[in-house]
């Protein structure tokens, strides 16, 4: 008798548990996250994407071309005269989003008389934008060079997870009982396994941790710590780089989801600020959506799902909007 009790008491959570996922995967009320590593080759301490492959990031397929740049499927081909090379990372990339739907792919469809190549990488920096440059002089007749910052961009070899370890009692201070979990082996392994996998758990994650302050919390605490004089290094080597090709270069400025939860009494963010008076000495032409994303509504809309930073389809589509506004096709 008890042992019926358990199976169907079993049946009953199993049932549960697979109507949630279908629910929440349904209604989108939470998303996946992770990526297969066969995208990504590594060597020497710097990884890139992996000519012609293909896999799932964020849950939706990517496919990656022999120039290293992601494309709509395998038999897409370039055949513009006109070249606009797109840098940045993970954001750029267009995680969780279809390729034809980010501002990428949004921008070729629209303006196809331009080969617009997204050479961003997830994951990657300065550092690996800065070692990327050789790579990219395989491209001609470039008549644009658009450089995508995400605030995490500034941290090179100080990953997020290196400077999460060295700042305990300040983000303990910050984020509370919350840190503390997070920190534990035991619920990050759990993070790794499952974020992939789980509507549920994403669901569950977002609601009670929300990653986005989290990852904000580290970020700020670097900027008020640290000068990032190694940006305007690298964008001198950029505005080089588009010089010699005669191309225009230009840079945007994306905010933390964070961020635009209170834009009225988040004047200075201190973050932007920092990074225009490196953008300065180097006099490249930028312009900075912080403002842009908050006069919407609900900016979290424009967010991946309980995300501190990747765009929804939303916001792919509303960044397409602010950058015709800045560059002229």
Same mark, same amino acid.
Request: proline residues 3%.
């Given at each position: 008798?008890?042992?019926?009790?358990?199976?169907?008491?079993?049946?009953?959570?199993?049932?549960?548990?697979?109507?949630?996922?279908?629910?929440?995967?349904?209604?989108?009320?939470?998303?996946?996250?992770?990526?297969?590593?066969?995208?990504?080759?590594?060597?020497?301490?710097?990884?890139?994407?992996?000519?012609?492959?293909?896999?799932?990031?964020?849950?939706?397929?990517?496919?990656?071309?022999?120039?290293?740049?992601?494309?709509?499927?395998?038999?897409?081909?370039?055949?513009?005269?006109?070249?606009?090379?797109?840098?940045?990372?993970?954001?750029?990339?267009?995680?969780?989003?279809?390729?034809?739907?980010?501002?990428?792919?949004?921008?070729?469809?629209?303006?196809?008389?331009?080969?617009?190549?997204?050479?961003?990488?997830?994951?990657?920096?300065?550092?690996?934008?800065?070692?990327?440059?050789?790579?990219?002089?395989?491209?001609?007749?470039?008549?644009?060079?658009?450089?995508?910052?995400?605030?995490?961009?500034?941290?090179?070899?100080?990953?997020?997870?290196?400077?999460?370890?060295?700042?305990?009692?300040?983000?303990?201070?910050?984020?509370?009982?919350?840190?503390?979990?997070?920190?534990?082996?035991?619920?990050?392994?759990?993070?790794?396994?499952?974020?992939? /996998?789980?509507?549920?758990?994403? %669901?569950? !994650?977002?609601?009670?941790?929300?990653? +986005? =302050?989290?990852?904000?919390? #580290?970020?700020?605490?670097?900027?008020?710590?640290?000068?990032?004089?190694?940006?305007?290094?690298?964008?001198?080597?950029?505005?080089?780089?588009?010089?010699?090709?005669?191309?225009?270069?230009?840079?945007?400025?994306?905010?933390?989801?964070?961020?635009?939860?209170?834009?009225?009494?988040?004047?200075?963010?201190?973050?932007?600020?920092?990074?225009?008076?490196?953008?300065?000495?180097?006099?490249?032409?930028?312009?900075?959506?912080?403002?842009?994303?908050?006069?919407? /509504?609900?900016?979290?809309?424009? %967010?991946? !799902?309980?995300?501190?930073?990747?765009? +929804? =389809?939303?916001?792919?589509? #509303?960044?397409?909007?602010?950058?015709?506004?800045?560059?002229?096709?």
């Amino acid at each position: 008798m008890i042992k019926k009790i358990i199976f169907f008491n079993l049946i009953i959570i199993i049932f549960f548990i697979l109507a949630g996922e279908v629910i929440l995967r349904t209604f989108k009320l939470s998303q996946l996250m992770g990526s297969d590593s066969n995208i990504l080759t590594f060597k020497d301490g710097i990884h890139s994407l992996t000519p012609n492959s293909s896999g799932l990031v964020f849950s939706k397929k990517v496919y990656i071309d022999e120039n290293q740049t992601r494309v709509p499927s395998f038999k897409f081909k370039y055949d513009k005269d006109k070249n606009i090379i797109i840098i940045g990372d993970s954001v750029t990339f267009g995680n969780g989003v279809k390729e034809e739907n980010t501002f990428v792919g949004l921008l070729r469809k629209k303006y196809d008389s331009y080969n617009f190549y997204n050479t961003a990488v997830p994951g990657h920096d300065l550092l690996h934008h800065e070692e990327n440059l050789d790579s990219l002089s395989k491209f001609s007749k470039v008549e644009k060079v658009i450089y995508v910052f995400t605030l995490n961009d500034v941290l090179r070899d100080k990953t997020i997870v290196h400077w999460n370890n060295r700042n305990q009692e300040k983000l303990l201070e910050e984020l509370g009982f919350v840190q503390k979990i997070i920190r534990n082996k035991f619920f990050r392994d759990i993070n790794f396994y499952l974020r992939n /996998k789980s509507y549920i758990f994403m %669901f569950l !994650k977002g609601i009670l941790t929300d990653p +986005s =302050k989290r990852w904000y919390a #580290n970020i700020d605490i670097f900027y008020k710590e640290n000068e990032i004089d190694h940006l305007a290094v690298f964008l001198k080597k950029l505005k080089k780089f588009s010089k010699e090709r005669d191309a225009e270069l230009y840079m945007i400025i994306l905010p933390y989801e964070f961020q635009t939860r209170d834009c009225k009494n988040n004047i200075e963010h201190l973050p932007q600020q920092k990074v225009k008076k490196e953008i300065s000495k180097v006099k490249v032409n930028f312009v900075d959506f912080y403002e842009e994303f908050c006069k919407f /509504k609900n900016p979290k809309k424009l %967010f991946y !799902k309980y995300d501190p930073m990747h765009l +929804s =389809k939303s916001g792919h589509k #509303n960044v397409l909007k602010m950058i015709e506004r800045e560059i002229p096709f």
